[in-house]
């Protein structure tokens, strides 16, 4: 497993911007897919995004797709996820997840270690 601490979250109004971070420990980040998962009050935890071990290989929600972009760097193992065009149904808790299989799934269950979670608060 890593250790996975995500930030950049905060308080935006509609149609801003925010690039959110996901730092891991462990010299093995670079074998692992990642993936970017948000949950709302009273709702499940949703998928959002994953990238392959390579970075060759990106998947997104609908909700997500021509918005939000996830990219990795794996010389400084950290994954992000920039979003633009924020709506008030983006207001979550945004967390990271790193799947060992190295290929990034919409699933949950692949992912074995998370982050403590990050707010996105979009404001109308």
């Known amino acids: 497993q890593v250790q996975l601490v995500e930030s950049g979250g905060g308080l935006v109004q509609a149609g801003g911007s925010l690039r959110l971070s996901c730092a891991a420990s462990?010299?093995?980040?670079?074998?692992?897919?990642m993936g970017w998962f948000r949950q709302a009050p009273g709702k499940e935890r949703e998928f959002v995004a994953a990238?392959?071990?390579?970075?060759?290989?990106?998947y997104y929600a609908d909700s997500s797709k021509g918005r939000f972009t996830i990219s990795r760097d794996n010389a400084k193992n950290t994954v992000y996820l920039q979003m633009n065009s924020l709506k008030p149904e983006d207001t979550a808790v945004y967390y990271c997840?790193?799947?060992?299989?190295?290929?990034?799934?919409?699933?949950?269950?692949?992912?074995?270690?998370w982050g403590q979670g990050t707010q996105v608060t979009v404001s109308s």
């Open positions: 990238i392959s071990w390579s970075g060759g290989y990106t």
């Open positions: 462990g010299r093995t980040f670079s074998s692992y897919a």
């Open positions: 997840a790193a799947d060992p299989s190295g290929y990034g799934s919409s699933q949950r269950a692949p992912y074995d270690s």
